[in-house]
């Protein structure tokens, strides 16, 4: 066996790290005080390592999202591409929103738990209106410095979309922004080399702040959300890649397994955004310039885990817990709310707030109740952001393969490391394409 683990493969530093972090944070939360000890050390260390891959976030997306723009011109039928990937995100939403009921109306995680201490929790009831400021935001500048992803997204389609409409006089600024998304790529990629170091102080702070004793009172919604989680990870999105993309969910998960360990530990989609499009092009075959697109939306309105399964679930907890009996119309209103209130979570660590928020103001149910949820919720958004990437993974997958943009060669074939020379000098290669073709 090869002790040096600096020359082990990526995966297996991951592994490592997970099991040392586990062991780390246990030992720390038998000796007492682990939430002190893990603020104090563990936690500056992991919040370090995400915040260099969020950094670089903002513009990463924005100079995706312009240069996919500009490349998806030569990919032909955008509009139906576009209107098919949207229609899956729905479609697979619904899915999971659904399967969220159904687990909790069959667990009842509300029911039996007795009196809760509430910790504080900051909730504001969010409108419409709001989900549409963040989508068409006044101050493009504010937006980006606020994290206002969504609003990043819409104003780089605008001005990708303006770029390709100025024809040769727009080329060269879409050549500029090209150079910007490659060093962002590169600076990400020298980050992501960090993960293994990065993954123990994030897994280690999770299991020495939280303890057993801690998850008991609400052991039956911990374990509703990770059953629902588990029955789309193995039953959901498989059926789906195989029916509908015609392809091994197997390899799927082969493929994608760093950008999921990775989802896991960071409970961020858009820190895991940089792995997941990578995966998506070099491990799935996905066809690059619609990968480039695709990817930075579903990291931002692309919620399975947070904005489906989560909301489901703690609606009807919130509801058992109260007293308060749910019609089969307000049955129907947290589905509805569930899916489209997708659109106003953010894409970082804690947007499961902000769409459960939407979807208790939507039927009526007391705000106040999310307080009892807050101190189980990294334990539990490590689950969900897991579900949120397959998501954004998988239906790409399905629609590159109905229309063609699909390498079966690369999907199929043995997936590459993705931090070895020779991958990334395929990705420096393959990324000199121009940008308008």
Not at 134 to 162: C, R, Y
Not at 229 to 256: E, W
């Amino acid at each position: 066996m090869n002790l040096r683990v600096w020359q082990w493969q990526f995966w297996q530093q991951i592994v490592l790290s997970l099991v040392l972090g586990v062991a780390a944070g246990a030992l720390i939360n038998n000796l007492g005080d682990g939430e002190k000890i893990a603020t104090d050390w563990l936690d500056p260390f992991g919040g370090v390592y995400t915040s260099l891959l969020k950094v670089v976030v903002v513009p990463l997306v924005f100079a995706a999202i312009v240069v996919s723009i500009g490349r998806l011109r030569g990919v032909g039928g955008v509009a139906r591409l576009t209107g098919k990937t949207l229609g899956w995100f729905v479609v697979t939403s619904a899915i999971s929103t659904a399967v969220g009921l159904a687990v909790a109306l069959l667990v009842d995680p509300g029911k039996g738990v007795g009196k809760l201490a509430s910790e504080s929790a900051e909730t504001e009831a969010v409108t419409w209106t709001q989900i549409l400021h963040n989508l068409f935001p006044s101050n493009i500048v504010k937006a980006m410095a606020e994290g206002n992803v969504l609003g990043v997204v819409t104003f780089a389609v605008l001005f990708g979309a303006a770029l390709v409409a100025l024809g040769e006089r727009g080329e060269r600024l879409t050549a500029l922004v090209d150079d910007v998304y490659a060093v962002m790529q590169k600076i990400v990629w020298w980050v992501v080399r960090l993960t293994p170091i990065g993954s123990f102080f994030l897994i280690a702070s999770v299991v020495a702040t939280y303890g057993p004793s801690t998850l008991a009172p609400l052991a039956k919604f911990t374990g509703a959300i990770y059953l629902a989680v588990a029955i789309m990870l193995v039953v959901g999105y498989p059926v789906l890649l195989r029916v509908f993309g015609r392809v091994s969910p197997l390899k799927f998960y082969r493929n994608t397994w760093p950008a999921l360990q990775f989802a896991f530990v960071s409970s961020s989609s858009l820190a895991t955004l940089p792995i997941a499009q990578r995966v998506q092009v070099e491990r799935n075959g996905v066809q690059r310039e619609y990968a480039s697109f695709v990817q930075p939306l579903g990291a931002t309105i692309k919620f399975d885990g947070c904005g489906a399964i989560y909301p489901a679930v703690a609606a009807v907890f919130v509801a058992q817990y109260t007293g308060v009996h749910l019609s089969i119309g307000q049955y129907l209103l947290i589905a509805l709310a569930a899916v489209i209130g997708q659109l106003g979570t953010g894409g970082t660590p804690g947007p499961a707030l902000v769409a459960l928020t939407l979807t208790l103001t939507t039927v009526g149910l007391p705000l106040a109740a999310v307080g009892y949820l807050i101190a189980i919720d990294k334990v539990i958004d490590m689950a969900r952001t897991t579900l949120n990437v397959t998501g954004q993974l998988a239906v790409p997958v399905i629609v590159a393969r109905s229309q063609g943009l699909l390498d079966e060669d690369v999907y199929n074939g043995a997936p590459v490391e993705l931090t070895s020379a020779e991958a990334e000098a395929k990705e420096e290669a393959e990324h000199k394409v121009p940008a308008l073709a």
